[in-house]
């Protein structure tokens, strides 16, 4: 178990680094690109299509770290004011409702990216295949269910995470 441990933290930390990366890189080229224009006056093509592509992947792979601190799901105000066998029971609905419908959107980002990759478009400035966008959604969503996952073994098996009354939702 403490290897599935260490590798669920290396994989967390690596979420973390990509998803930070992204807007870092996205934040610079949308500051080179205003400079570009603004200042010197001569355009930059690639910095509009590259920030999009950019936010999209930071997005997607970052969905998992709002999952992990379990800031995404519920409205705590309603569910700790139900009494706790309950609470118990809704928020286990919740997280497998949340999982099915990650895995569901992943499932639909792959037929989508396949159906794109059949075209063979691709973004003008950059020459991206459009596909990938699809195939990153898909990714961020198979990380979504990964996360949840280990969100329910969390909260319910290893009872690491708890929702005490009058106190918000936190890890412990």
Same mark, same amino acid.
């Given at each position: 178990m403490k290897t /599935? %441990?260490?590798i669920y933290f290396v994989f967390g930390k690596l979420q973390d680094v990509t998803s930070i990366t992204c807007f870092i890189l996205m934040t610079i080229i949308t500051l080179i690109s205003v400079f570009m224009r603004f200042v010197v006056q001569i355009p930059f093509p690639y910095g509009e299509e590259?920030?999009?592509y950019l936010m999209i992947a930071g997005l997607m792979i970052g969905i998992g770290m709002g999952i992990r601190d379990n800031s995404h799901q519920g409205v705590e105000s309603i569910v700790l004011r139900i009494p706790e066998k309950p609470r118990n029971i809704v928020l286990a609905g919740i997280n497998w409702l949340m999982t099915l419908t990650y895995a569901a959107l %992943?499932?639909?980002s792959a037929q989508f990216a396949f159906i794109v &990759? +059949?075209? +063979? &478009?691709?973004s003008p400035a950059i020459g991206l295949p459009m596909? %990938? /966008?699809y195939y990153l959604m898909m990714v961020g969503f198979i990380i979504s269910v990964i996360e949840n996952i280990v969100l329910f073994y969390r909260i319910f098996i290893e009872k690491s995470i708890k929702f005490n009354e009058g106190e918000e939702a936190g890890v412990l």
């Open positions: /599935l %441990a260490k590259t920030t999009r %992943a499932v639909f &990759q +059949g075209y +063979g &478009q691709h596909s %990938a /966008l």
